[in-house]
């Protein structure tokens, strides 16, 4: 298998090239001297050669190790020349966008992916990278097709890590797929152009994906359960309801949602059914390989071509590939050979979710489903079926359950119980809409498909939501470090080795994992017990507070009747869980112009800018000053009273408030942090 042990090399090379550019740029320099070593270690005599053959494998491991290293450095340039164009852009400078998909209305307002360009004398223009664009709010205009081509004169902002802790990094998500930058276009910042910039493959490819759409949203009434076809079937989420996703994301069934493996394995077994009368010689089985995998891609382009499909359509390519050729090879060494190919090209899948949890979910079929499987033996044909639905069900956790714990905190008890009843039942529903989309042009018989349908689906997100409704469905607030986690496989690979393999040695290596693990878990215990700390949350129009001890949090917020409506408690709770809180108190801040805070030696001052009409004399010293409501009073009137360094203005303050506020604490050498434009603000106290 020697595409799993280049991998085994490359991986910690790649991860070193993201995170330790620096020290990848020094260790690059050993390049030559494994090269030097191989060469000489090759033109020894035979007796020579076999003696230092071992440098010369160690060789290999360091070239393969500096390759994945270099790939990794390479992407973290461009991350820092695409970045730095975007700080560096000039306000002025027009700039061309041509979208790469259609827009989708999000909360009133279009967004979309664009292709940005500069332009440069004479006509000519340089692509500087990609971005999100979002169109003026209430902008119902703004429903543009791919390719679709804008003239723009607007602030070009780089994505940072902003939020608070605990809460879904969009700038890293974005950043994997290539994307650091967005746009807020502000009416009249752009125009329309009547020239079109797309590729033909990729507009009919939208077009196919919009009128699959329409043909379901037309033979499906209910909108909860056309919203579910369409992830189904091509992927399209944003139609879906948010409530029905985080019952299947508690219940243990997300895979279900999200196109992966189980979707394109089914469409490949009767893309291979439906083209089978080619199997009957050798010309025409080279024909069937071609247009199934051709077919296969196609969809998998269609749903957004997420590291896990990918990953997928590349397995699938290399399974039809080795029927054809009868060689069969080793599943763990195609998928590796799959893993190595894609991070190869794009490196920043390494740290992707579904990337990680995709190969995690198929290593595992392919090591623990025929021992499960053969735990058990059974006759009866229906009897068989559900235990290999059970057995594959149960080989799948086992290597996905550390990454479950570590990004999800949770894990849901009765994951069993319904992938055997939604894996089945969406699977029918999925060729069910394949069957539905072939047959459209027959109304009569595609409005009664569509109603079948629409029961089952709903039959679906019926047991799904009752499975969520059970108390003890899922143990939620697990934390575990990566350290943890590196920890938890070494488990499972020494009890598979001691249980499975019968191997003594597999005992110690548990036994190892678990003092590890434990002793971490009291590290990071008592680390709790000691932290203690100052937020100030980006919380959309509210004034939010945070103040921790140990494992008890006290938040200071505005009344839940006044600023921002809706569930604002939900930005609220990542936070708690990762600093791990069992205590949460939420106190309402009164409506007055100022409010004096003491916690632990420090005094806080929070300045309310919808009560100050006037010059205040009643502030004292203070260690931080929180402004909000974008106070009107001078930063340098303040300054004369307190003396105080830090100053934070919260997420109720406007941007062109908080530029003054910025230029003015430039010019008084203060410390000031904006919630809005750099995330949440944290004191520790060391």
Same mark, same amino acid.
């Given at each position: 298998?020697?595409?799993?042990?280049?991998?085994?090399?490359?991986?910690?090379?790649?991860?070193?090239?993201?995170?330790?550019?620096?020290?990848?740029?020094?260790?690059?320099?050993?390049?030559?001297?494994?090269?030097?070593?191989?060469?000489?270690?090759?033109?020894?005599?035979?007796?020579?050669?076999?003696?230092?053959?071992?440098?010369?494998?160690?060789?290999?491991?360091?070239?393969?190790?500096?390759?994945?290293?270099?790939?990794?450095?390479?992407?973290?340039?461009?991350?820092?020349?695409?970045?730095?164009?975007?700080?560096?852009?000039?306000?002025?400078?027009?700039?061309?966008?041509?979208?790469?998909?259609?827009?989708?209305?999000?909360?009133?307002?279009?967004?979309?992916?664009?292709?940005?360009?500069?332009?440069?004398?004479?006509?000519?223009?340089?692509?500087?990278?990609?971005?999100?664009?979002?169109?003026?709010?209430?902008?119902?205009?703004?429903?543009?097709?791919?390719?679709?081509?804008?003239?723009?004169?607007?602030?070009?902002?780089?994505?940072?890590?902003?939020?608070?802790?605990?809460?879904?990094?969009?700038?890293?998500?974005?950043?994997?797929?290539?994307?650091?930058?967005?746009?807020?276009?502000?009416?009249?910042?752009?125009?329309?152009?009547?020239?079109?910039?797309?590729?033909?493959?990729?507009?009919?490819?939208?077009?196919?994906?919009?009128?699959?759409?329409?043909?379901?949203?037309?033979?499906?009434?209910?909108?909860?359960?056309?919203?579910?076809?369409?992830?189904?079937?091509?992927?399209?989420?944003?139609?879906?309801?948010?409530?029905?996703?985080?019952?299947?994301?508690?219940?243990?069934?997300?895979?279900?949602?999200?196109?992966?493996?189980?979707?394109?394995?089914?469409?490949?077994?009767?893309?291979?059914?439906?083209?089978?009368?080619?199997?009957?010689?050798?010309?025409?089985?080279?024909?069937?390989?071609?247009?199934?995998?051709?077919?296969?891609?196609?969809?998998?382009?269609?749903?957004?071509?997420?590291?896990?499909?990918?990953?997928?359509?590349?397995?699938?390519?290399?399974?039809?590939?080795?029927?054809?050729?009868?060689?069969?090879?080793?599943?763990?060494?195609?998928?590796?050979?799959?893993?190595?190919?894609?991070?190869?090209?794009?490196?920043?899948?390494?740290?992707?979710?579904?990337?990680?949890?995709?190969?995690?979910?198929?290593?595992?079929?392919?090591?623990?489903?025929?021992?499960?499987?053969?735990?058990?033996?059974?006759?009866?044909? &229906?009897?068989?079926?559900?235990?290999? =639905?059970?057995? !594959?069900? /149960? %080989?799948?956790? #086992? +290597?996905?359950?550390?990454?479950? *714990?570590?990004?999800?905190?949770?894990?849901? &008890?009765?994951?069993?119980?319904?992938? =055997?009843?939604? !894996?089945? /039942? %969406?699977?029918? #529903? +999925?060729?069910?809409?394949?069957? *539905?989309?072939?047959?459209?042009?027959?109304?009569?018989?595609?409005?009664?498909?569509?109603?079948?349908?629409?029961?089952?689906?709903?039959?679906?997100?019926?047991?799904?939501?009752?499975?969520?409704?059970?108390?003890?469905?899922?143990?939620?607030?697990?934390?575990?470090?990566?350290?943890?986690?590196?920890?938890?496989?070494?488990?499972?690979?020494?009890?598979?080795?001691?249980?499975?393999?019968?191997?003594?040695?597999?005992?110690?290596?548990?036994?190892?994992?678990?003092?590890?693990?434990?002793?971490?878990?009291?590290?990071?215990?008592?680390?709790?017990?000691?932290?203690?700390?100052?937020?100030?949350?980006?919380?959309?129009?509210?004034?939010?507070?945070?103040?921790?001890?140990?494992?008890?949090?006290?938040?200071?917020?505005?009344?839940?009747?006044?600023?921002?409506?809706?569930?604002?408690?939900?930005?609220?709770?990542?936070?708690?869980?990762?600093?791990?809180?069992?205590?949460?108190?939420?106190?309402?801040?009164?409506?007055?112009?100022?409010?004096?805070?003491?916690?632990?030696?420090?005094?806080?001052?929070?300045?309310?800018?919808?009560?100050?009409?006037?010059?205040?004399?009643?502030?004292?010293?203070?260690?931080?000053?929180?402004?909000?409501?974008?106070?009107?009073?001078?930063?340098?009137?303040?300054?004369?009273?307190?003396?105080?360094?830090?100053?934070?203005?919260?997420?109720?303050?406007?941007?062109?408030?908080?530029?003054?506020?910025?230029?003015?604490?430039?010019?008084?050498?203060?410390?000031?942090?904006?919630?809005?434009?750099?995330?949440?603000?944290?004191?520790?106290?060391?």
């Amino acid at each position: 298998m020697p595409f799993l042990r280049l991998l085994l090399s490359f991986i910690p090379g790649l991860i070193m090239g993201l995170f330790s550019p620096f020290l990848m740029k020094q260790l690059l320099l050993l390049t030559f001297p494994a090269i030097i070593i191989i060469w000489t270690v090759n033109r020894l005599p035979a007796w020579k050669a076999w003696k230092w053959g071992f440098l010369r494998g160690l060789s290999i491991i360091l070239l393969v190790f500096l390759a994945g290293g270099f790939i990794g450095f390479n992407n973290y340039t461009q991350k820092i020349k695409h970045t730095s164009w975007g700080i560096s852009k000039s306000l002025k400078e027009p700039l061309l966008a041509v979208l790469e998909e259609p827009t989708i209305n999000k909360s009133g307002r279009y967004k979309a992916t664009a292709s940005l360009f500069e332009i440069l004398p004479g006509s000519k223009k340089m692509k500087r990278g990609m971005a999100i664009v979002y169109f003026p709010k209430d902008d119902f205009k703004a429903d543009f097709p791919y390719g679709t081509t804008l003239i723009m004169s607007s602030r070009i902002l780089t994505m940072q890590k902003k939020g608070n802790p605990g809460q879904f990094d969009f700038a890293a998500y974005y950043a994997r797929q290539g994307i650091y930058h967005q746009v807020f276009l502000q009416k009249g910042e752009y125009i329309l152009l009547q020239e079109r910039n797309d590729n033909r493959f990729y507009h009919y490819l939208f077009l196919t994906r919009n009128k699959i759409i329409r043909i379901l949203q037309n033979n499906i009434s209910d909108k909860k359960a056309a919203g579910l076809a369409e992830a189904l079937l091509i992927g399209y989420r944003n139609d879906l309801d948010q409530t029905l996703v985080n019952a299947y994301a508690n219940t243990g069934v997300i895979h279900v949602i999200a196109i992966s493996g189980l979707h394109l394995g089914l469409l490949f077994a009767v893309l291979m059914s439906l083209t089978s009368f080619l199997n009957n010689s050798r010309n025409k089985q080279w024909l069937q390989f071609l247009v199934v995998i051709s077919l296969l891609w196609i969809f998998s382009l269609m749903t957004g071509g997420s590291a896990s499909v990918i990953r997928s359509a590349f397995m699938f390519t290399l399974l039809g590939f080795g029927r054809l050729t009868g060689n069969k090879g080793y599943p763990l060494n195609s998928l590796a050979a799959a893993a190595f190919v894609l991070l190869a090209y794009q490196p920043n899948w390494i740290m992707d979710t579904g990337f990680q949890l995709s190969f995690a979910a198929v290593a595992s079929i392919m090591i623990y489903f025929d021992r499960i499987r053969n735990l058990l033996y059974f006759k009866n044909q &229906l009897a068989i079926k559900c235990w290999e =639905m059970i057995s !594959v069900t /149960l %080989s799948a956790q #086992i +290597l996905t359950t550390p990454v479950v *714990l570590f990004y999800f905190k949770q894990f849901p &008890l009765l994951f069993l119980f319904t992938n =055997m009843v939604a !894996v089945p /039942l %969406s699977g029918w #529903i +999925l060729l069910g809409e394949i069957l *539905l989309c072939l047959c459209n042009s027959y109304t009569s018989f595609a409005n009664k498909l569509g109603n079948v349908l629409e029961k089952a689906i709903q039959l679906l997100n019926t047991y799904v939501l009752q499975m969520d409704r059970v108390s003890f469905s899922v143990i939620r607030d697990i934390y575990v470090s990566p350290m943890q986690v590196a920890m938890l496989y070494i488990c499972i690979i020494g009890l598979s080795l001691w249980v499975v393999l019968k191997i003594k040695s597999g005992f110690w290596l548990l036994l190892f994992g678990i003092l590890i693990y434990s002793g971490l878990q009291v590290y990071h215990g008592a680390i709790t017990e000691k932290q203690k700390e100052i937020l100030v949350l980006q919380v959309p129009g509210r004034q939010s507070l945070f103040l921790i001890n140990g494992k008890a949090g006290v938040l200071f917020t505005n009344d839940p009747g006044t600023g921002t409506s809706g569930d604002w408690k939900k930005e609220i709770m990542p936070v708690s869980r990762f600093f791990r809180l069992e205590k949460l108190q939420i106190q309402y801040l009164p409506v007055k112009e100022s409010l004096l805070i003491r916690w632990k030696g420090k005094k806080i001052y929070y300045l309310n800018g919808k009560s100050i009409s006037r010059q205040t004399n009643t502030l004292g010293e203070a260690d931080m000053i929180i402004i909000s409501h974008n106070m009107t009073i001078p930063l340098q009137g303040l300054l004369q009273q307190n003396h105080c360094q830090d100053w934070i203005a919260d997420a109720t303050n406007s941007l062109w408030k908080i530029q003054e506020w910025k230029k003015d604490s430039e010019q008084l050498h203060l410390r000031f942090h904006s919630v809005n434009e750099s995330g949440s603000y944290r004191h520790n106290f060391k």
